[in-house]
Structures are given as structure tokens and as C-alpha cells.
């Protein structure tokens, strides 16, 4: 199982010296994901993290930064990717970049294009950030192999107490953001516990 991160939505004081901790306790890609944020200031943060982990970052928005910042992973959210010519992607993935997506119905899978690395798929749990963003899965619900055109990577909700059910659902992975952010002071302890609880479930396989 891996484990990935998703930026606050919002910017918060000192957020790069945040997320290059992260990077530093193993953090191996975090998507930042700033909705409704200007270019100048999404700019600025990514000017503030270590130019050594970027390869480790995806960018939801304002992708014509990536050259700018060398970075090599782009996030196209379910309109995005809806508006973009598999032409344009195929360019993308010659330029050696690496693509995600966002699915919210497990069917879509199947339509997705084969220049995606892996896709998100969600809200998994009710959501920690978003209040009122409810769970969609039964408790026995489980990904058969066949369906997996590509890795999936379970989102929303997603904390300590429920990662291996994560795993029993046959996700390739999970995706944090409320349980990092909902506190900010406290995102590197989080991490550490979401982390040995990662590794736990890789040793056992579960």
C-alpha cells in the first residue's frame, strides 16, 4: 500500500517548512491542491520548498509551472481531464511526465485513458475537511483485480483507524488530507502514525 498526501486547500503560515518535514519522514508525493488560489501565490510556495523533493510533487492547478519548478507530475481533476485531448496528454507523457486523475464512480475506470499513472477514487469515509462530504462505500465493499485498468488510491476520510480497512478493500493505496491538515502544528506526528501503520499493513499484507 502506498501513501500519499494532498495539500490544505488553503495556504497557512509557514506550509513549505511543513511539507519539506514531510518529505524528510518519507512522504513520497504529495499533490498540491489549491482550488482557489492566484498563480503568484501557488508560485511562492512551490519556490519555497527544496528544490530536492519536487520530483516528489503532483500540482493540481497552474501546470505551466512545472517546467518552471522542474516538476515532473501533473494532476488532472475529473473537468480537467474531461476537457483534455488524448493528443495533448500523449504529449505530456513524451515530455517524461507522470499523470494522475480523479474518478468518483468506480465505472469510470474503464473509460479512463491509458496515459494515467493511477487515479484517485472517493470519498472512501466521510470527510474530515469538507463537513457534510459523506462516505459512498458499504463496509464489504472490495475492488475486484480485473477492474483495475490502472492503480486506484482510496480518498476522503481517510485516518489512523480505518488504513486497513483501506487495505482489505483491495485500494492500491490512500490519499490523506483532513487528518494531516485539520491541525497543522501536529502534521509530522500524524504522518509518523499513519506511516507505521502503512508499514504495518505491508508486512502483513493485509
Known sequence: ?????ISN?????????????????GLVCLHIRKPESEEDDFRDLLSKINPEFRDRISIHQYHKLAGEFGIKRLHFPEKKRKRSSKESLKKLLSDDFLLSTSIHDLSEISNLSEHFSYTFFGPVFDSISKSGYKGVLSDDFFIEPEVKKIPIIG?????????????KMNFDGAAVLGTLWEKPENAISSFRELWEVVDFI???EI
Open 1 to 5: 500500500m502506498k501513501l500519499l498526501a
Open 9 to 25: 486547500p488553503k495556504f497557512f503560515p509557514d506550509e513549505a517548512e511543513k511539507i519539506n518535514s514531510l518529505f524528510r519522514e
Open 155 to 167: 480518498l476522503g476520510g481517510v485516518n489512523i483507524q480505518n488504513l486497513e480497512k483501506i487495505g
Open 202 to 204: 505491508n508486512q502483513h
